[in-house]
């Protein structure tokens, strides 16, 4: 490999990549051992954030004589932030659904760029990825929402794995010889 370009490459993903790599992939791995604590870890989090948007709306809010619909969002997501902490398997449901349905959107724009793509292995590769997408979204769906609760732990693990795969895959091919 050209020495400028895995510098220019350390530059913007820096010496921790393959770091960072490996811990994600250790992440997902646990994830997808105990898909359940992750789905609890995962929907705590997102509760928590909701709480802390809504800390940040209010006092926007607050300073800036804003109205009283900005008092509502603030409101709302303080609300949603608390319900889903204090009743986490309806937030992990709520969660499961709006996976399913992202993976959804995520087909058809799969299938929207394989036709507008005529490279032939291109094509193949997002009609395939397309597929996946639906079949995913659909497992989601079926066992709504008994299923959600190892689901999303699941769903978020083997995310973190591959971020984790790519990362650490980078890192590694930047190492210096």
């Known amino acids: 490999m050209d020495s ?8 913007r ?4 990549t393959l770091t960072v790599g490996i811990l994600l992939i250790v992440l997902g791995f646990i994830g997808i051992l105990v898909p359940v604590a992750l789905s609890v870890i995962t929907a705590a ?3 928590w954030l909701l709480i802390l948007g809504s800390a940040f709306w209010g006092w926007h809010a607050y300073k800036h004589g804003a109205s009283s619909i900005d008092w509502i969002k603030s409101i709302l997501l303080l609300f949603t932030g608390i319900l889903i902490l204090v009743r986490p398997l309806t937030g992990i449901a709520s969660i ?10 995520d087909a058809f724009a799969s299938f929207s760029m394989a036709d507008r793509t005529r490279i032939r292995s291109v094509h193949g590769w997002m009609i395939f ?3 996946i997408d639906i079949i995913l979204g659909v497992l989601f769906l079926v066992g709504w929402p008994a299923s959600s609760l190892w689901m999303v732990g699941m769903f978020v693990g083997i995310s973190l794995l591959f971020d ?5 895959t980078i890192g590694w091919g930047m190492r210096k010889p």
């Not at 400028?4 to 530059?11: A, G, M, V």
């Not at 993903?13 to 921790?16: K, L, M, P, V």
């Open 4 to 11: 400028n370009w895995i510098d220019k490459q350390s530059q």
């Open 13 to 16: 993903f820096g010496n921790h």
């Open 164 to 168: 984790g795969w790519a990362l650490a």
């Open 45 to 47: 989090l997102i509760g």
């Open 96 to 105: 499961a659904i709006l996976l399913s349905l992202y993976l959804f959107m």
């Open 129 to 131: 990825n397309g597929i």
